[in-house]
């Protein structure tokens, strides 16, 4: 299952959803409300492409650190409310807590919230811009510890995941995996 944690954009976006749809593989983006104020057509593209988009709330903020229902429904609704006034349609209750921070109570909150909260089980260091892996090492850890049922986390701010993504799909679909969503 792949997945990308989208906080912002930086030009990767097209080339990302590019690679997925010439793999015809369906991705879930996690985005975040500057996001989709500031790339509605992305978001768009994403639906019309039959993506899915899951709430990593408003702000990005540590959830850990809310303990307040309200404020916590409050960074999850205003995305969902931001979410149907760009696209038409109702957000998905999917929820992934920004940077993967959370508590006992907030995955209550979400639950009562009629969220699923969805976390991962392959990522690797992608996400500072100035940083980016050589593709020799996005390939070194993509390719070594893909496994049956994994939950890929990516992020669309990678210049590297732009550059690799179709040469990726590839190389995982002839090791013989293929995508859910």
Same mark, same amino acid.
């Given at each position: 299952? $792949?997945?990308? %944690?989208?906080?912002? *954009?930086?030009?990767?976006?097209?080339?990302?959803?590019?690679? $997925?749809?010439? @793999?015809?593989?369906?991705?879930?983006?996690?985005?975040?409300?500057?996001?989709?104020?500031? !790339?509605? %057509?992305?978001?768009?593209?994403?639906? *019309? *492409?039959? @993506?899915?988009?899951?709430?990593?709330?408003?702000? @990005?903020?540590?959830? !850990?650190?809310?303990?307040?229902? #309200? #404020? +916590?429904?409050?960074? &999850?609704? !205003? $995305? #969902?409310? &931001?979410?149907?006034?760009?696209?038409?349609?109702?957000?998905?209750? +999917?929820?992934?807590?920004?940077?993967?921070?959370?508590?006992?109570?907030?995955?209550?909150?979400?639950?009562? $919230?009629?969220?699923?909260?969805? +976390?991962?089980?392959? #990522?690797?260091?992608?996400?500072?811009?100035?940083?980016?892996?050589?593709?020799?090492?996005?390939?070194?850890?993509?390719?070594?510890?893909?496994?049956?049922?994994?939950?890929? &986390? &990516?992020? !669309?701010?990678?210049?590297?995941?732009?550059?690799?993504?179709?040469?990726?799909?590839?190389?995982?679909?002839?090791?013989?995996?293929?995508?859910?969503?």
């Amino acid at each position: 299952y $792949l997945t990308f %944690d989208a906080g912002y *954009e930086n030009g990767y976006t097209p080339a990302i959803l590019d690679a $997925l749809k010439k @793999h015809d593989v369906k991705a879930t983006f996690f985005v975040v409300g500057n996001y989709i104020e500031t !790339s509605p %057509d992305l978001i768009r593209r994403m639906v *019309e *492409e039959g @993506h899915t988009v899951g709430n990593h709330t408003y702000h @990005h903020p540590d959830m !850990s650190k809310i303990c307040e229902k #309200a #404020a +916590f429904q409050t960074e &999850l609704e !205003s $995305l #969902a409310t &931001l979410y149907k006034e760009t696209t038409g349609q109702d957000m998905v209750k +999917f929820y992934r807590p920004p940077q993967g921070k959370y508590s006992e109570q907030n995955l209550q909150q979400a639950k009562e $919230l009629g969220y699923k909260t969805f +976390f991962w089980s392959l #990522a690797y260091v992608d996400w500072y811009v100035d940083k980016q892996p050589t593709k020799e090492q996005a390939f070194s850890k993509l390719l070594t510890r893909i496994h049956p049922g994994a939950v890929v &986390l &990516l992020h !669309s701010t990678s210049k590297t995941n732009a550059e690799i993504l179709d040469e990726l799909l590839t190389k995982w679909k002839e090791m013989g995996y293929t995508f859910g969503t």
